[in-house]
């Protein structure tokens, strides 16, 4: 009978804990269920409309972030750079390229969880499409960092992993298909603090 009892116990741990786990797995992990990558950068485009599937509303309501709709904008998320390689609040970024057409754009860093870093009274903690200083062709470049850069600097203070999070309001992008067509700009590591 205890036998019986502590086998019972045990399946339930089990299938509870491995529950609760692929949930938690399925809600940290940014290239999911109804994920697009354009690049080195991940967006939702069926967020904020009832198409969404379960665990994207579900990690939108947990971190509290405001969703838009499809013909509002699209929210892009790179975690990584373009080598691959994790983004890290030490190391120094340079983001170039064009981006596509839209009314309006911000760009900021972020903690994985998505929330913006705070950079006490470095600078505005994002850069928007109003204020970026562009190149002739119309493409942008902007240091990512810890150390200020001349022209288009996008400040970041503290240690360990971060993301970088641009939104597009008002784009035609977002009311397509053909968002994995996108060019976005690419992310390149230019070096790392000790």
Same mark, same amino acid.
């Given at each position: 009978m205890?036998? &019986?009892?502590?086998? =019972?116990?045990?399946?339930?741990?089990?299938?509870?804990?491995?529950?609760?786990?692929?949930v938690?797995?399925?809600?940290? $992990?940014? $290239?999911?269920?109804?994920?697009?990558?354009?690049?080195?950068?991940t &967006?939702?485009? /069926?967020?904020?409309? %009832?198409?969404? @599937?379960?665990?994207?509303?579900?990690?939108?309501?947990? /971190?509290?972030? !405001?969703? !838009?709709?499809?013909? $509002?904008?699209?929210t892009?998320?790179?975690?990584? #750079?373009?080598?691959g390689?994790?983004?890290?609040?030490n190391?120094?970024?340079?983001? $170039?390229?064009?981006? %596509? %057409?839209?009314?309006?754009? &911000? !760009?900021?860093?972020?903690?994985?969880?998505? *929330?913006?870093?705070?950079?006490?009274?470095?600078?505005? %903690?994002?850069?928007?499409?109003?204020?970026?200083?562009?190149?002739? #062709?119309?493409?942008?470049?902007? *240091?990512?960092?810890?150390?200020? =850069?001349?022209?288009?600097?996008?400040?970041?203070?503290?240690?360990?992993?971060?993301a970088?999070?641009? &939104? !597009?309001? @008002?784009?035609? =992008? *977002?009311s397509?298909?053909?968002?994995?067509d996108?060019?976005?700009?690419?992310?390149?590591r =230019?070096?790392? #603090?000790?």
């Amino acid at each position: 009978m205890l036998r &019986t009892v502590f086998l =019972a116990v045990l399946v339930l741990a089990i299938a509870i804990g491995g529950g609760a786990a692929s949930v938690w797995y399925a809600l940290q $992990e940014q $290239e999911g269920i109804g994920a697009v990558k354009v690049g080195g950068w991940t &967006t939702f485009p /069926e967020l904020g409309t %009832p198409l969404a @599937d379960p665990y994207s509303k579900a990690r939108i309501a947990r /971190e509290g972030v !405001l969703s !838009l709709g499809l013909a $509002e904008g699209l929210t892009f998320v790179a975690q990584r #750079d373009s080598g691959g390689a994790m983004l890290r609040k030490n190391c120094a970024y340079r983001i $170039e390229g064009s981006f %596509p %057409p839209a009314r309006f754009w &911000t !760009l900021y860093a972020a903690e994985p969880s998505h *929330a913006m870093i705070r950079n006490g009274n470095l600078k505005s %903690p994002a850069l928007q499409s109003m204020q970026a200083l562009r190149k002739p #062709d119309n493409s942008v470049s902007i *240091a990512v960092g810890r150390h200020p =850069a001349p022209g288009n600097w996008l400040p970041v203070s503290g240690g360990g992993p971060m993301a970088l999070v641009l &939104t !597009l309001y @008002d784009s035609p =992008a *977002a009311s397509s298909s053909g968002i994995a067509d996108l060019a976005l700009p690419a992310i390149a590591r =230019a070096g790392c #603090d000790a």
